[in-house]
């Protein structure tokens, strides 16, 4: 099946415009990342990091897949302005709201705990598991 008929599917399907798509789908790969990656980094600035790397990986391929037909019968160059705009465009739809994420929890405390954890119950001795 070819790309742009899978993507005009989804359109239509939902209901959405594109660019809300785009939105959706960089949160989506984001979000689902950082919960796949947590049982093999424990670090969560390090599962964002790679997070938001995965997220542009498929911004990009997205808008290669988009613009293969022209790529592989013109060439590179043969991508005018106006889809080059697009292009970019639809990769800061992709990526903006997941960098933006990114930014507050690791460069803020905004979504950082308050207080500390505290037990329910207070052991006594060491051997009382």
Known sequence: ???YIFKNSVVNATGLEKDALHIYVGISVYLLSLILMRPIFKRYSV???IALIMVTAIALLGEYL???QTI???GLSA?????LKASIHDLINTCLLSYVLYGFTV???NFQSV????PMIKRHQKTDY
Do not use: P
Not at 79 to 83: D, K, Q
Not at 115 to 118: E, G, M, N, P
């Open 1 to 3: 099946m070819d790309f």
């Open 79 to 83: 991508i005018g302005s106006a889809e």
């Open 66 to 68: 988009d613009n293969r």
């Open 72 to 74: 592989t019968e013109l």
């Open 115 to 118: 207080s500390k954890v505290k």
């Open 107 to 109: 460069w803020t405390k």
């Open 47 to 49: 599962r964002a990091f």
